[in-house]
C-alpha cells in the first residue's frame, strides 16, 4: 500500500513559480511510475506529467512542455513538480499519482492518488 500527501500549493500571480512536492509511505513507492495530473473547476482531470520508476524517462501535456519539470529521490520517497512561467489557465487541483499504467495519460491507470494540492495563478 502506498500513501501520498501533497505540499507546496498556493496563490502565485502570473509569471512566477511553485514548487509542488509528494511525499509517499511504503516501501514499493520506489517501484512505481509517479505523476501528476490536475483538474480545473468544471473541467476533466488532465494529465499533467509523469516520470519512470528510475527517473529516467518523464513526459509532459503540451500544455505545460517548457514550463513544468517532474522529478524524484527515491531515497526520500518524493516527487516534485516545478512550474514555471505559470499562467493563469494552470490554476486546479493538482494530483500527485503512482502506480503502472499502461497509458501515462489516462486517470483511470493509476492506482494510488494524494488528497490534491490547490494551485491558483492571478492574472
Known amino acids: 500500500q502506498v500513501q501520498l500527501v501533497e505540499s507546496g500549493g498556493g496563490l502565485v500571480q502570473a509569471g512566477e513559480s511553485l514548487r509542488l512536492s509528494c511525499t509517499a509511505s511504503g516501501r514499493s513507492f520506489s517501484t512505481l511510475h509517479v505523476g501528476w495530473f490536475r483538474q480545473a473547476p468544471g473541467k476533466e482531470r488532465e494529465f499533467v506529467a509523469a516520470?519512470?520508476?528510475?527517473?529516467?524517462?518523464?513526459n509532459y501535456a503540451d500544455s505545460v512542455k517548457g514550463r513544468f519539470t517532474i522529478s524524484r529521490d527515491n531515497a526520500k520517497n518524493t516527487v516534485d513538480l516545478s512550474m514555471n512561467s505559470l499562467k493563469p489557465e494552470d490554476t486546479a487541483v493538482y494530483y500527485c499519482?503512482?502506480?503502472?499504467?499502461?497509458?501515462?495519460?489516462?486517470?483511470?491507470?493509476?492506482?494510488?492518488w494524494g488528497q490534491g494540492t490547490q494551485v491558483s495563478v492571478s492574472s
Open positions: 516520470i519512470t520508476w528510475t527517473g529516467s524517462i518523464s
Open positions: 499519482v503512482a502506480g503502472r499504467p499502461a497509458d501515462w495519460r489516462t486517470s483511470a491507470g493509476w492506482h494510488y
